[in-house]
């Protein structure tokens, strides 16, 4: 039977990020993942801010980088637009992942693609102590016996599933056109526009030689890609051709790409005997404009040290795991905060948005206290209806979306 220290589940930005650094802290590694390749189909807008990188260590190669970008431009119905500057990357995502999982096989990991975890057993010692995993599934590696599981298996939440850990999660789902011949200022432009984009906003997300992320996420699962359509033909995007990113297979029809991504935040049982769930399997998205790439990346970091730590000392119990949910709970951005603005958000109607957005400066990145205090006596003297539909919950929402607080 394989063996191995770690099973990481899942070669997405969690488990490459895992496994990378359980490589690096010495300990045998196998990444089982479930797809014929690394990275694709994208399933992801593509951005990643400078702080992420600068967070994660990581030294990105130039071939994975689609767009240096400046920020992030919030623009409202009336298309009053404001600016959130904090420099990022639009990222060939796909690149960056494979890119990714490279370092952690150069750091000793071995990757097996076509491996779908499908049964997890945990074994105990005559104590009835947890002792170890059998894991088992479709693929030839399998079963495979390690101490611990770093689950990163995305939104479909692998572990969580067959372990009937009891936590279920809300999902929204997200697609997006690859256009071409779209010029940039190097902002992302995000519309909060709910004719287009009911409970969700539309992205503009643009990569060099004038190639962009055109999409949406929306509660409206069935009616996304008609609301897309509708986007792209109102605007300024009506005449850009619209091609198959480059990823895709030649001789396929054109259409979108994306998928779901989870919206109830993070999940409650995140750890448990041997056990760790990182990035989406675990619910980390930032839930105003759904970034979960940084997340994602930091958790999967943060499991890998834990289980290192948890080895060493010999004790892989959920008790000693539980450090990992300590952590991810005190530096992770306050979810019910961002939430009841996202709620507020929503309740505004298309005119509410835009008078909300004439009383706030052009950059949003960089208010003092004294700032926030004027824009909310602005907006008490001007609309003071929108005091009491929580515009300054959606306010709070905003500045805990950025990158510093892993927004992207
Ligand atoms: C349309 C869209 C746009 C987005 N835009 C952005 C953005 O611009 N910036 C950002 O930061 N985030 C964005 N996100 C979110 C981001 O893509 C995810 O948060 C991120 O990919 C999560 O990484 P992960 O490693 O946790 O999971 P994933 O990237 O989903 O990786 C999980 C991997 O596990 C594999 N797997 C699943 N089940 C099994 C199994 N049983 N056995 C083995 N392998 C398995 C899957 O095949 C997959 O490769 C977007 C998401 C969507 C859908």
Redesign the pocket.
Known sequence: MATCDVLV?????????AALHAARAGLSVMI????PG??VP????????HL?VENLGLEIPEEVIALDCKGIRVIFPDGTDKLLTEPGY?LE?HLF?KWLIDEATKAGAELFLN????EMNRNFNSNNDFSNWTID?VGNAFPIECKAVID???????AAK?LDMGTEVEV?????YEMHEVDNDGY?DFYLWPEYSPHGYV?M?PKAGGRA?V?L?TTEKKGAIRYLNKFIEDTYLRDKPTENPPWRKEGIKVRP??????ISGPREITTGDGLIL?????G???PL?????????W??REAAMTITKAITEGDLSDKRLQSYAKAWKKRFPPYAKILKGKTALYRLTDKQLSNMAHCLPKELASMSPMDKVVIGFKILVRHPFLYLKGVISVLLSFGYSRAKHF??
């Open positions: 589940i899942g070669a997405g930005p969690g488990g490459g990020s089982v993942e479930a797809d690394v990275g994208v399933h992801c807008g593509e951005c990643l801010s992420a639009v995502k992942e491996h779908r975890v499908k599934g990163a298996s995305g939104v479909s939440g692998a067959i929204i789902a997200g697609f997006q992302l992205w997300i992320n999409g996420v790409f994306g998928g779901t991504i989870p990182v990035g989406d399997a675990a980390f998205t930032s404009f759904e970034g979960g790439s940084h997340l994602a990346l958790s999967g927004g992207w």
